[in-house]
């Protein structure tokens, strides 16, 4: 057993394998029983930093947090439920196996519920930010570069799923389509996944990599979407 304020979500290096949360409380970020408390006789986790002294517009608050670690297990990325439009990474230190203060790469701390693409803090969110994952782009291994997965985030205020490359510029991926027929962007409609698809809050979004497909938990229309790489 891990005692602590209201757990979250869980996280695991897939190199080290070592465990770590969030807790509610603060969005405290923990290592799963690092500590051996002496006069308890049992092991306990560890604290080792609060998400919200990093959020400025959460400080002294508790916040619902999900993060998403990285396939390397180099750094993780942290989504927040409650005025979250934004995209805040750790990264891993491998000498002390614990991931490091998190600082902002993408969105804005001051401005959310808004949409705009661009590089790093120029991009906006919605303040809904649940769920994401990461994906591999076989451009990326063919170019050399060192990081070759691109993170797909749900947006869900934003009705729509977008993509984050390693270098943090933010584009659509799927949804918001035909803006100019009715002036909305959201509903349900089907087809090319940035000219004609429409989604209703999409809450979640992951990939199988053996039928390259994207499949998308959209939340009110109450369906499982799904995007077939061609």
């Not at 002390?96 to 705009?116: C, D, I, K, M, Q």
């Not at 934003?158 to 959201?186: E, K, Y």
């Amino acid at each position: 057993y891990s005692y602590g304020p209201s757990a979250y979500t869980i996280a695991i290096n897939p190199k080290d394998h070592c465990k770590f949360f969030v807790s509610w409380l603060r969005g405290g970020f923990y290592k799963l029983r690092d500590h051996y408390n002496e006069a308890a006789q049992r092991w306990e986790s560890r604290h080792l930093f609060d998400l919200n002294t990093v959020i400025t517009n959460r400080a002294g608050q508790s916040l619902r947090a999900n993060c998403v670690v990285h396939p390397s297990g180099d750094y993780l990325y942290y989504l927040c439920e409650i005025d979250g439009g934004y995209l805040v990474r750790s990264d891993y230190n491998y000498e002390t196996h614990e991931y490091g203060v998190p600082y902002l790469v993408a969105g804005s701390f001051s401005e959310w519920n808004a949409y705009a693409e661009g590089v790093g803090i120029s991009a906006r969110f919605s303040s809904g930010l649940v769920n994401g994952c990461f994906v591999k782009n076989d451009d990326y291994v063919n170019q050399g570069k060192s990081d070759y997965y691109d993170f797909y985030l749900a947006d869900v205020g934003n009705h729509c799923i977008r993509r984050i490359t390693p270098d943090g510029a933010t584009s659509l991926f799927a949804g918001r389509s035909n803006q100019n027929v009715d002036g909305r962007v959201f509903g349900y409609i089907d087809g090319d996944p940035t000219q004609e698809a429409r989604f209703y809050g999409p809450s979640a979004v992951c990939y199988d990599n053996e039928s390259h497909t994207f499949y998308v938990f959209d939340y009110w229309n109450a369906a499982v979407r799904t995007i077939m790489e061609e």
